[in-house]
């Protein structure tokens, strides 16, 4: 069964360092979507891609986060400098259409700690 | 702005115990209403979608149901390795609308 890939799974850093994580999603799907969820709430949106077109990055914080999906494959989203809030789990997903009722698949997730 | 909201927070049962979680939600036009189950430290699954009130759908002990302003998920004769977090999940027909996540229900199953 095909799956969305995302990687390193833990990742450990220290306030001010620039972090990257990085995403395979399922093949075909055109639909990219990076979330962040703090622990006991729901996914939030940063950004979406549709190919390699951002479509929505309404809440990303973009003095220091940044996502480029080069080839309209995988993907990265980048963290610089990072900050002690910015600790959660960001997850990756993926849909073969943006909608209408598309349902998203998610990867394993990157849980990152900022010290 | 487009609301979801889940109860209880928290719920324990006994394996065999059957219920019911809650998800209540505030949308300009419902696109789609979707279930996913997410275990400690993992991405969430995908379950079910609902796209209009009075749609059901099952697999195996969970059945969804969606009315006009809420979705049950039913957990019948639940076991231990349904214990999960439960996010709901609504988008909106407005253009460009995206999911917005509830905060989920956490559910422990005990033996």
């Known amino acids: 069964e095909a799956e969305v890939a995302q990687s390193p799974r833990y990742k450990i850093t220290e306030k001010s360092q620039a972090v990257a994580f990085w995403c395979d999603p399922i093949s075909g799907h055109a639909t990219l979507y990076w979330y962040r969820q703090i622990l006991g709430q729901g996914p939030e949106l940063l950004v979406q891609?549709?190919?390699?077109?951002?479509?929505?990055d309404s809440q990303l914080p973009k003095d220091r986060f940044s996502a480029e999906r080069l080839k309209g494959v995988d993907s990265t989203l980048k963290i610089q400098p990072a900050e002690l809030g910015d600790s959660a789990m960001y997850l990756c997903?993926?849909?073969?259409?943006?909608?209408?009722?598309?349902?998203?698949?998610f990867g394993p997730g990157t849980r990152l700690t900022v010290t | 702005e487009d609301q979801v909201t889940q109860s209880p927070e928290a719920l324990r049962l006994q394996e065999g115990e059957s219920s019911s979680l809650n998800c209540s939600y505030t949308v300009s036009g419902l696109r789609g209403l979707f279930w996913y189950r997410q275990d400690p430290g993992k991405g969430p699954e995908f379950l079910f979608t609902?796209?209009?009130a009075g749609e059901e759908k099952e697999k195996e002990r969970l059945k969804a149901t969606l009315t006009k302003k809420e979705s049950f998920l039913h957990i019948t004769a639940p076991k231990p390795e349904d214990s999960a977090t439960y996010l709901c999940a609504v988008q909106g027909t407005r253009r460009g609308q995206n999911f917005v996540f509830g905060p989920g229900t956490r559910l422990s199953v005990l033996p």
């Open positions: 609902l796209y209009s």
């Open positions: 891609f549709q190919d390699e077109s951002v479509v929505d």
């Open positions: 997903a993926s849909s073969y259409f943006p909608g209408p009722g598309y349902e998203q698949y």
